[in-house]
């Protein structure tokens, strides 16, 4: 099994992107992995080799690293609600990304390798979310409702009002836009059609987002809690 990865795709030729997709990556992560790929399905068809390429798209769990992005907008939320910290600093709000559980996607791995013959897959939900939807939903699991206003790098978030046991400043800035994390070559819209993937291998996401988001979030009050 390779692991491969939607940042293949980067500057998008189609939408859903599929097996068939061409690919344009657009970072040197992406092109790196564009050569795992093709030496995969390479030693597959010279050598007769069981060898598969999963092209996942974004994946999370509690155990996401803390300088992805969904991780540290978890982070610093639960830290906000705490009054540990001020402001969540984050790039291009209007990225999309097509975000999923990473049970469902190791169990998709798992089948990948279960198949008769070696082929390929997209794994996807099917679904694509903006960072400042997700910032939104991840506040609201702490009962903090935001709104965003302002354009570009002036953009910011500030709180509209506060239903649970946090309670925040209303119109407190609680998030804002910091220009060095925008990427050199924006990988601007993921989305995955995982159609051959549900066809072929039966596989079918069992995690939505919102309960994504929740679980990374009870995982991190505890975590920053004690």
Not at 87 to 102: K, S
Not at 108 to 118: A, D, F, R
Request: proline residues 4%.
């Amino acid at each position: 099994y390779q692991a491969s990865t939607s940042e293949l795709y980067g500057l998008v030729q189609e939408v859903p992107q599929t097996e068939k997709t061409p690919f344009y990556p657009r970072s040197p992560y992406g092109v790196a992995k564009l050569y795992g790929y093709w030496i995969t399905i390479n030693y597959r068809e010279a050598y007769n080799i069981y060898a598969c390429n999963g092209i996942l798209f974004n994946h999370e769990s509690p155990l996401r690293g803390e300088t992805f992005v969904t991780r540290k907008i978890t982070l610093s939320a639960v830290n906000i609600a705490l009054g540990k910290e001020d402001t969540i600093f984050l790039g291009n709000l209007n990225a999309q990304r097509d975000w999923g559980h990473a049970k469902d996607y190791v169990e998709g791995m798992w089948l990948i390798l279960q198949q008769e013959k070696p082929t390929d897959y997209v794994l996807a939900t099917g679904i694509t979310t903006t960072v400042r939807d997700f910032v939104k939903k991840t506040f609201l699991v702490l009962g903090i409702e935001i709104y965003f206003e302002g354009k570009d790098q002036y953009e910011v978030g500030k709180v509209k009002r506060c239903n649970g046991e946090y309670k925040l400043e209303i119109d407190k800035e609680v998030v804002k836009v910091n220009e060095k994390y925008f990427r050199p070559t924006e990988v601007d819209l993921l989305v995955g059609d995982p159609i051959k993937a549900k066809k072929e291998l039966g596989w079918v996401p069992k995690y939505d987002l919102d309960s994504l988001i929740n679980e990374m979030v009870q995982a991190d009050l505890i975590k920053l809690s004690n």
